[in-house]
């Protein structure tokens, strides 16, 4: 089972910025499909970004432009810059890690955007 854990969330005013980092254990992490997720009160969770083990990356359309996902392999870690955030980007983000077509999930992060 490979272990996932989120940081960096916070309160933010509108159009600021915050930086989830998400670390995955095991020796194998360059080969991980990672993603992260969101989910608000009373919505289901969605696809936020995601990144292949190749770097190819992914965003919902909500977020493009905005957003950017990244990872550093050596440090075993995928992490989440988020830009000109708004107050309906408020939710519990969270990591995912797929390897063997098999989920992990972190136990999420908050972030709360609001004035």
């Known amino acids: 089972q490979v272990q996932v854990v989120e940081s960096g969330g916070g309160l933010v005013q509108p159009g600021g910025s915050l930086r989830l980092s998400c670390a995955a254990s095991g020796s194998i992490f360059r080969t991980y499909f990672m993603g992260w997720y969101r989910q608000a009160p009373g919505k289901q969770r969605e696809l936020v970004a995601a990144i292949t083990a190749g770097g190819i990356t992914n965003y919902a359309d909500s977020v493009k432009g905005r957003f950017t996902i990244s990872r550093d392999n050596a440090k075993n870690s995928v992490y989440l810059q988020m830009n000109s955030l708004k107050p309906e980007d408020t939710a519990v983000y969270y990591c995912?890690?797929?390897?063997?077509?098999?989920?992990?999930w972190g136990q999420g992060t908050q972030v709360t955007v609001s004035s």
């Open positions: 995912n890690a797929r390897v063997y077509s098999r989920d992990s």
